[in-house]
C-alpha cells in the first residue's frame, strides 16, 4: 500500500496508506487506511470524496449510504472501476468519516484494488548513425 500526502488548509498534513480508490455511481471515493483500531479490536477505515486532486467529506446521508453498499459490493467481489490516485492530495481538515470494518473485509477491500497502470511510452534507443 503507498502512502498518500494530504495537505490540510491548516497547514497540517495527513499521511495514511491508500487502500482503495473507485468510481461511484455520482462521483469518485477514496479509502485510507487509519493504522488503528476501534474499541472492538477491529481495523478503522477513512472514506472521502474524491474530487479531482481535493477530497471532500460525505455529508449527504443517501450518498453515505450508497458509498457503504459499494463497499460491501466489492467486498463480495464485484469489480469496480478502481482509480490512480496522485501522492499528494488537498483537503479540508474535516475531510474523511470514519467506518469499522471486519478484519476479513478490510483485507478483501485493499486486495480488491487494482488500478491502472499509467503506460510509459516505450524509449527506443536511437541507433548511431553509419556515415
Known sequence: MSKIKVSLVSG???????????QGVSANYIVFDNEMNGSMGLPIICISKLVGN?????????????VKENLKSIISGNNFIYLTVPENLNAQDD????????????DVL??????????????????????
Request: glycine fraction near 0%; proline fraction near 12%; charged fraction near 20%.
Open 12 to 22: 497540517n498534513i495527513f499521511e495514511k496508506p491508500l487502500i482503495t480508490c473507485f
Open 54 to 66: 481535493k477530497l471532500e467529506k460525505i455529508y449527504d446521508q443517501s450518498e453515505w449510504s450508497n
Open 95 to 106: 475531510f474523511f468519516t470514519q467506518l469499522t470494518l471486519p478484519v476479513a473485509s478490510f
Open 110 to 131: 485493499k486486495n480488491a484494488y487494482n488500478p491502472p497502470v499509467s503506460e510509459q511510452p516505450e524509449v527506443v534507443p536511437a541507433s548511431p548513425e553509419v556515415i
